[in-house]
C-alpha cells in the first residue's frame, strides 16, 4: 500500500468512483474539482497496485486557526477493514500538525451511523448540538432546512 498527496488529475479518476462506493448513492457532488486544486498538500491518496483504492479529503481552515477539517473520505468496499481509512486519517492528523494546528474537525449525516461509529472509534468527540436525532447530539437545520448534521471534533496530541 502506498499513500501519496492528492493530484488535480486524481479527479477524474475518484470522481465516477464516489457514487459507486456508495452503493448508488449520489454522493460526487459534494466533491467538486476544487478541493483537488486547492487542497491538494493536506488530502491524501491509497493505492495498491496503481490502484485508487481510498482518498481523503481535507484542508487547514484559513477562518480558525488552529483547525483542520476532514470533508470526504472513501475506501474502496473491497479493501474495508485493511485499515486504509485510519492510515489516511493518521496522514491527515499529521498534515494538520505540521500547519500548526491541534483541532481536527469532520461532518456527517445523522442516519450515517457507520460514519458515526467511525469517527467516534478514530477518538473525535461530538459536538453538543441543539437536538437529538435517534440518540445522538445533532445540530438543526446545519447544510439548511431539514439537513441535520452530527458535528465531530478531535484534538491533537
Known amino acids: 500500500m502506498e499513500f501519496r498527496l492528492v493530484e488535480s488529475s486524481d479527479f477524474t479518476i475518484i470522481s465516477p468512483l464516489?457514487?459507486?462506493?456508495?452503493?448508488?448513492?449520489?454522493?460526487?457532488?459534494?466533491?467538486?474539482?476544487?478541493?483537488?486544486?486547492?487542497?491538494?498538500?493536506?488530502?491524501?491518496?491509497?493505492?495498491?497496485?496503481?490502484?485508487?483504492?481510498?482518498?481523503?479529503?481535507?484542508?487547514?481552515?484559513?477562518?480558525?486557526?488552529?483547525?483542520g477539517y476532514i470533508h470526504f473520505v472513501g475506501v474502496h468496499p473491497e479493501y474495508r477493514k485493511h485499515h486504509i481509512g485510519k492510515k489516511l486519517y493518521h496522514q491527515f492528523f499529521n498534515a494538520v500538525k505540521e500547519n500548526g494546528r491541534n483541532i481536527v474537525r469532520a461532518v456527517t449525516s445523522p442516519v450515517n451511523k457507520v460514519s458515526i461509529a467511525y469517527h467516534i472509534k478514530m477518538g473525535f468527540e461530538i459536538e453538543k448540538g441543539d437536538k437529538e436525532v435517534g440518540g445522538i447530539s445533532v445540530v438543526a437545520d446545519y447544510d439548511g432546512p431539514n439537513h441535520d448534521r452530527v458535528l465531530f471534533t478531535k484534538k491533537l496530541d
Open 18 to 67: 464516489v457514487n459507486e462506493w456508495w452503493a448508488g448513492r449520489q454522493m460526487a457532488d459534494m466533491l467538486p474539482k476544487l478541493f483537488f486544486v486547492h487542497f491538494n498538500n493536506t488530502s491524501f491518496i491509497a493505492e495498491k497496485d496503481g490502484k485508487i483504492v481510498g482518498f481523503l479529503i481535507g484542508f487547514v481552515s484559513q477562518s480558525h486557526s488552529y483547525e
